[in-house]
Nanobody, 115 residues
Framework: QVQLVESGGGLVQPGGSLRLSCKVS????????MNWYRQAPGKQRELVAS???????NYVDSVKGRFTISRDNAKNTVYLQMNSLKPEDTAVYYC?????????WGQGTQVTVSS
């Protein structure tokens, strides 16, 4: 059974940092491209960052230079390091991957950026 479990969210002041983790089980993690999405209240879910099985990364323009996605295949875990956080980064963050045409999601972790 495939499971994705996110952690690391919380309340942080503007300019602060958080590191999100997503531990994956039940699949050949190293073979999958992994994604982080976020969904703010009243908005559509958006793709924030992606990392391929080979380690190539991609980011939405609004987080370039502030967020870093990485993976540790030995730990079956993908990370999202978020620096210089802004109030507009407030959202529920989800990790995700697709395999054999099936899209898998974690339960999400809340990130709130507020003074």
């Amino acid at each position: 059974q495939v499971q994705l479990v996110e952690s690391g969210g919380g309340l942080v002041q503007p300019g602060g940092s958080l590191r999100l983790s997503c531990k994956v089980s039940g699949t050949m993690f190293s073979l999958n491209a992994m994604n982080w999405y976020r969904q703010a209240p009243g908005k559509q879910r958006e793709l924030v960052a992606s990392i391929t099985s080979g380690g190539s990364t991609n980011y939405v323009d609004s987080v370039k230079g502030r967020f870093t996605i990485s993976r540790d295949n030995a730990k079956n875990t993908v990370y999202l390091q978020m620096n210089s956080l802004k109030p507009e980064d407030t959202a529920v963050y989800y990790c995700n991957f697709i395999t054999f045409g099936v899209r898998y999601w974690g339960q999400g972790t809340q990130v709130t950026v507020s003074s």
